[in-house]
T-cell receptor
Framework: EAAVTQSPRNKVTVTGGNVTLSCRQT?????MYWYRQDTGHGLRLIHY???????QIGDVPDGYKATRTTQEDFFLLLELASPSQTSLYFC???????????FGEGSKLTVL | QQKVQQSPESLIVPEGGMASLNCTFS?????YFWWYRQHSGEGPKALM?????GDKKEGRFTAHLNKASLHVSLHIKDSQPSDSALYFC??????????FGKGTHLHVLP
């Protein structure tokens, strides 16, 4: 079973704060994704990457940066966090051969 | 913009009953779909994919795709309380950008 690990699992910060969410996959997958999940909106794609050093913009990228440092590691950065970014964030990886996404357990972020 | 609409938002079925979840998509070029299931406190997990018109069965789960009517569905036979979860339909036709519906909450009552 493919493994995707996220940290931290819970984070509370204040408006204007700096947050980094981390994701590591041990599946040797090329593609990695960051989604946010909000009630009434389902899963929305923030950024994705198809390899180290690559970054692609998703559907809701405003206020977020991302960086893929290695094939295994993908980071989501919120440099000036706002209350609207309070959400549950999921990282996922995929083998584009099958298209199946493997999700982490989620990181709950609260911006006060 | 490509959209995926799921219905109903919430569904209650008795244990042992049949649960039917529906999904409509907007792009006539869409052809490859996944169903994901998310239990409370966990990340979504893939259930099954479908890309050919007709039915695909995996155990108690049957997915149905009708491209002409822009419709995909998931049917769960002999529903169990452990099937209670949030179910997502996802259009995986366009490489790298999977489009998710908003989900259906399934509650299976013992």
């Amino acid at each position: 079973e493919a493994a995707v690990t996220q940290s931290p699992r819970n984070k509370v910060t204040v408006t204007g704060g700096n947050v980094t969410l981390s994701c590591r996959q041990t599946n040797s997958h090329n593609y990695m994704y960051w989604y946010r999940q909000d009630t009434g909106h389902g899963l929305r794609l923030i950024h994705y990457s198809y390899g180290a050093g690559n970054l692609q913009i998703g559907d809701v990228p405003d206020g977020y940066k991302a960086t893929r440092t290695t094939q295994e590691d993908f980071f989501l950065l919120l440099e000036l966090a706002s209350p609207s970014q309070t959400s549950l964030y999921f990282c996922a990886s995929s083998d584009r051969g099958t298209g199946q996404l493997y999700f982490g357990e989620g990181s709950k972020l609260t911006v006060l | 913009q490509q959209k995926v609409q799921q219905s109903p938002e919430s569904l209650i079925v008795p244990e042992g009953g049949m649960a039917s979840l529906n999904c409509t998509f907007s792009d006539r070029n869409s052809q490859y779909f996944w169903w994901y299931r998310q239990h409370s406190g966990e990340g979504p997990k893939a259930l099954m994919s479908i890309f050919s018109n007709g039915d695909k069965k995996e155990g108690r789960f049957t997915a149905h795709l009708n491209k002409a009517s822009l419709h995909v569905s998931l049917h769960i036979k002999d529903s169990q309380p452990s099937d209670s979860a949030l179910y997502f339909c996802a259009d995986d036709t366009n490489a790298y950008k999977v489009i998710f519906g908003k989900g259906t909450h399934l509650h299976v009552l013992p």
